[in-house]
């Protein structure tokens, strides 16, 4: 795998592996992988002729009182793990490649990254959809890779995508967990051993939730008993757990339709996201 940190060693590996004629996928990421990640690379190499993989901890994406300065960095390793999954290239700008003129904002989220995280998070996803737009006329790719895991950001990313008219093939992955079903992230190695003990209540109270939507229960007592597990279980604050149109993320009162649940919540410093697929039963 080779691995370039500016332009134009990245205009010249992705020319040499264009030249054979084949298709190139893209999997972009902030590094500190697992197996979350790797399922990424895994369907991309199904879906393409060549990988290319990148790592950049896009400061436009946090805010002012967010993780950036502490979020986990091991390249080293990372490169390994993206090798041994047979990546043949590997993206790791530094910010003035991804951003020349100064880490601003230059692509708008749109609706769809107004609610949820995105009212949690100002400006979160607009930093999103200004990275990958970069990252896309840089490595331009036939497909990318992105995890349902953020699934909010998996919208965004398609609707920039429309809005531009880029020729790139958008797939969501499915979320990769645990034996315990926490969903795998980066921002698990921030847990204390009794946070990640705990944090196994997310994905429980969001399955309890599906299965009783599915069941026919009501959207508002069901979401509050969710609310009420993780707080229990000592998640402070809750932020949301929401039932919400799957495409639109218009909030429903019933599941009438394709949808899905999410979640947002902290455990000590450390705010963890989670969603789940829920749909009616056939008629
Ligand atoms: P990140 O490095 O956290 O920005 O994530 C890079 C990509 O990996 C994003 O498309 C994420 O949605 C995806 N991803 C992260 N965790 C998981 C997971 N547990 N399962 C599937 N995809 C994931």
């Given at each position: 795998?080779?691995?370039?940190r500016d332009?134009?060693?990245?205009?010249?590996?992705?020319a040499a592996?264009?030249?054979?004629?084949?298709?190139?996928?893209?999997?972009?990421?902030?590094?500190?992988?697992?197996?979350?990640?790797?399922?990424?690379?895994?369907?991309?190499?199904r879906?393409?002729?060549?990988?290319?993989?990148?790592?950049?901890?896009?400061?436009?994406?946090?805010?002012?009182n967010?993780d950036?300065s502490?979020?986990?960095?091991?390249?080293?390793?990372?490169?390994?793990?993206?090798?041994?999954?047979?990546?043949?290239?590997?993206?790791a700008?530094?910010?003035a490649?991804?951003?020349?003129?100064?880490?601003e904002?230059?692509?708008?989220?749109?609706?769809?990254?107004?609610?949820?995280?995105?009212?949690?998070?100002?400006?979160?996803?607009?930093?999103?959809?200004?990275?990958?737009?970069?990252?896309?006329?840089?490595?331009r790719?036939?497909?990318?890779?992105?995890?349902?895991?953020?699934?909010?950001?998996?919208?965004?990313?398609r609707?920039?995508?429309r809005?531009?008219?880029?020729?790139?093939?958008i797939v969501?992955?499915?979320?990769?967990?645990?034996?315990?079903?926490?969903?795998?992230?980066?921002?698990?190695?921030y847990?204390?051993?009794?946070?990640?003990?705990?944090?196994?209540?997310?994905?429980?109270?969001?399955?309890?939730?599906?299965a009783?939507?599915?069941?026919?229960?009501?959207?508002a007592?069901t979401?509050?008993?969710a609310?009420?597990?993780?707080?229990?279980?000592?998640?402070?604050?809750?932020?949301?757990?929401?039932?919400?149109?799957?495409?639109?993320?218009?909030?429903?009162d019933?599941?009438?339709r394709?949808?899905?649940?999410?979640?947002?919540?902290?455990?000590g410093?450390?705010?963890l996201?989670d969603?789940?697929?829920?749909?009616?039963?056939?008629?």
């Amino acid at each position: 795998m080779q691995i370039v940190r500016d332009m134009e060693a990245l205009g010249a590996a992705l020319a040499a592996l264009r030249a054979d004629g084949g298709t190139i996928a893209f999997v972009p990421t902030m590094g500190a992988l697992h197996a979350g990640h790797m399922a990424l690379v895994a369907e991309a190499r199904r879906r393409a002729t060549h990988v290319v993989a990148s790592i950049f901890v896009n400061p436009t994406q946090f805010g002012p009182n967010e993780d950036l300065s502490r979020y986990p960095r091991r390249e080293s390793s990372d490169a390994q793990m993206l090798d041994a999954e047979g990546v043949a290239l590997l993206w790791a700008p530094d910010v003035a490649s991804i951003y020349p003129n100064g880490a601003e904002i230059n692509v708008r989220a749109g609706a769809v990254g107004d609610v949820l995280d995105g009212a949690a998070r100002p400006g979160h996803f607009d930093g999103v959809a200004t990275v990958v737009a970069r990252l896309f006329d840089q490595v331009r790719p036939d497909v990318a890779l992105f995890g349902e895991k953020d699934y909010q950001q998996l919208l965004v990313v398609r609707q920039m995508v429309r809005d531009r008219a880029l020729p790139v093939e958008i797939v969501g992955v499915p979320t990769q967990r645990d034996a315990d079903g926490l969903a795998l992230s980066s921002r698990n190695l921030y847990l204390t051993e009794g946070e990640r003990a705990a944090a196994r209540a997310l994905p429980r109270a969001l399955g309890e939730a599906a299965a009783a939507l599915q069941g026919g229960a009501e959207a508002a007592p069901t979401l509050a008993a969710a609310v009420d597990k993780l707080a229990r279980a000592g998640f402070d604050p809750v932020d949301y757990v929401e039932l919400r149109d799957a495409e639109t993320l218009a909030p429903l009162d019933r599941l009438d339709r394709p949808a899905r649940l999410l979640a947002a919540a902290r455990i000590g410093t450390t705010r963890l996201i989670d969603n789940l697929p829920v749909a009616p039963a056939p008629a």
